[in-house]
């Protein structure tokens, strides 16, 4: 039996960071309960392909919502993670299918990440109006 799935809650809450991004906030819940993010991933969510793509890019509204109410953390906190929320922002429309403006592919080959992925600097970003 998998406790992750029947349990309604994680008792251990992990806030995501100010300008984290979604997989980086899943590593650091995979470590608070002592697991690879493998591992993790793989026992809430048992047919959901996640580290052999792009989960930043992919991530959508159920899995924002599904993390929700797993970690009891507010879903516009969460959905803030996902690079759909930075539309209108960073690119004018998000397409999880396609390359983003401004936004590198990982290029993901048997979990193995053959590009770099995001790469900005936070300041100039912040700067730029």
Known sequence: MNVWIGN?????RIVPGQGE???SWIVRIAHAFGLKPTLF?????????FWNRDIDNLANLDLVEYYAVKSGIPFDRIYETILQSLEGKLFESHH???SLSWVLPIGVFNRKRTHPGMQFCPMCLAEDK
């Open 8 to 12: 309604p809650e994680w008792l251990i």
């Open 21 to 23: 991004i979604f997989s």
């Open 41 to 49: 991933t793989e026992s809430i969510l048992p047919n959901k392909a």
């Open 96 to 98: 999880s299918n396609t």
